[in-house]
């Protein structure tokens, strides 16, 4: 049973353009949840995806997007970067709405 | 607005004594409150949770404790080992459409001394 990964570790965008982050959630989860945790915050969600549709999006901008493919993997694409953008965004995913969410490693973005 | 609430950035305590960590909440309609513990360079990792019904959950060191009238939960390790030391974060499930999320704390960083 392989964890969730996410790609790349690491990444340096500068303001203004695109980015697009990776995650493969654990093997029979359908459920898959992208959180941004700021330097010295608790992750804060931007949006879930159930079976390839959106079914929950917390208070970010349009410009934050999101795909999940039928093999339950998804992306999380970024629009015009801010540097606020800088952040470490992790993935979780989980079987339906179970309790219990494993986190992926999360990817470093940094926008300069 | 900060919904969930851990007051304390760091604690330190020393092996084989009691750890607690402490959350606050304001909103009532959340129906499960979780831990999870956070190792540098990897991703948060589920702990021990409690659903809003009980007052108490335990699970071998970890004990839950939710005190619902105050909105407040507090997590105790008895006892400390090393290996505790992580950033623990408090999280509570709520609802957004169809998705249940996780708000969460802005963690602890505990420190385990030998």
């Known amino acids: 049973e392989t964890g969730v990964t996410q790609s790349p570790t690491h990444l340096i965008k500068t303001r203004g353009q695109q980015v697009t982050l990776r995650c493969s959630s654990q093997s029979g989860h359908n459920t898959v949840s992208w959180y941004q945790q700021a330097l010295g915050q608790g992750p804060q969600f931007i949006f879930q995806?159930?079976?390839?549709?959106?079914?929950g999006r917390g208070n970010f901008p349009p410009r934050f997007s999101g795909l999940q493919f039928p093999n339950y993997s998804s992306e999380l694409n970024v629009n015009a970067l801010e540097l606020d953008d800088s952040a470490l965004y992790l993935c979780?995913?989980?079987?339906?709405?179970?309790?219990?969410?494993?986190f992926g490693q999360g990817t470093r973005l940094t926008v300069v | 607005d900060q919904q969930v609430k851990q007051n304390s950035p760091s604690l330190s305590v020393q092996e084989g004594r009691i750890s607690i960590l402490n959350c606050d909440y304001t909103?009532?309609?959340?129906?499960?409150f979780l831990w999870y513990k956070k190792y540098p360079a990897e991703g948060p990792t589920f702990l021990i949770s409690i659903s809003s019904i009980k007052d108490k959950n335990e699970d071998g060191r970890f004990t839950v404790f939710l005190n619902k009238s105050a909105k407040h939960l507090s997590l105790h390790i008895v006892p400390s080992q090393p290996g505790d030391s992580a950033v623990y974060f408090c999280?509570?499930?709520?609802?957004?459409?169809?998705?249940?999320?996780?708000?969460f704390g802005s963690g602890t960083q505990l420190t385990v001394l030998p």
């Open positions: 995806y159930y079976r390839e549709e959106e079914n």
């Open positions: 999280a509570a499930r709520g609802i957004s459409g169809s998705a249940r999320q996780l708000t």
């Open positions: 909103n009532s309609m959340f129906d499960y």
């Open positions: 979780a995913s989980s079987e339906g709405q179970g309790l219990e969410a494993f």
